[in-house]
């Protein structure tokens, strides 16, 4: 509950700097694209090497959602990733688990942002722009394939709730009206880390239970977004 009044607050005051500006021209709009991801992470999640390095890099594909209010030059929004990846030959220790093995990872992301339309405009067509806010992320680890040394098994997953801030650079296609549907990409950054990390049984969808939930300063992530696509209204 703590996480989520921190996180209206920010909503509100990244609300309250957009509407200061008095800027006219306004309109809503929803956006949608495919979102690819780079992450390096940095915990007791290792890959399963003689050099036992604790930072571990992935890649994944997914979805991107942002719906915004838009004036002018500025547009506050409220976007955000659902990323799948796979990850192989993993060791990790939380609590009373000895984790060793492969599987799959899944992120999503929520970030109230601000974003600003520069005046560059490449080639009379896209318009240059960047954003930035911070981000609520749920990180997590679903292990398929366990060796027989291990203690946790499929049923299982390991998440973790992270906060951070995000930074995109992207452009936009410059379109006479909204109905055009435009088009746009974009280059993100953000960097999260952990505040809480919980254990869940899923072998029972219709009943999850949470078998640990304890504090977790120690997993955190950079990760490089690239996404493409358009407006839907």
């Known amino acids: 509950m703590k996480n989520f009044i921190n996180f209206m607050i920010l909503t ?36 399963d090497s003689p050099k036992k390095e604790d930072e571990t890099s ?9 719906f915004g209010h838009k004036w002018s030059k500025w ?12 990850l192989s030959d993993l060791s990790f ?17 929520l970030s109230p942002m601000i974003k600003y339309f520069t005046n560059y405009v490449y080639k009379n067509r896209w318009n240059l722009y960047s954003s930035f806010g911070p981000t609520l992320s749920l990180h997590t680890f679903i292990v398929n394939r366990t060796d027989k040394n291990s203690t946790f098994n499929s049923s299982k997953r390991i998440s973790f709730e992270n906060k951070g801030l995000s930074l995109n650079v992207g452009f936009e296609e410059v379109v006479a009206y ?28 219709k ?27």
Do not use: C, W
């Open 12 to 47: 509100l005051i990244s609300f309250s700097i957009a509407e200061a500006a008095e800027l006219t021209d306004h309109n809503f709009n929803l956006k949608t694209g495919l979102s690819f991801n780079r992450s390096s992470l940095k915990t007791s999640l290792l890959p």
């Open 75 to 86: 547009e506050i929004l409220a976007s955000s990733d659902v990323v799948f990846g796979n």
């Open 93 to 109: 220790a939380i609590d009373s688990y000895q984790i060793r093995g492969s599987g799959h990872y899944r992120i999503f992301s």
């Open 178 to 205: 909204k109905s055009i549907h435009s088009t746009f990409f974009e280059i993100g950054y953000s960097y999260m880390r952990s505040n809480q990390v919980f254990i869940v049984d899923a072998s029972d969808f």
């Open 58 to 66: 992935n890649s994944g594909i997914g979805f991107y959602t942002s």
């Open 207 to 233: 009943d999850v239970k949470t078998l640990s939930n304890s504090a977790s300063k120690d997993f955190s992530g950079r990760y490089v977004f690239l996404r493409l696509g358009f407006t839907l209204f």
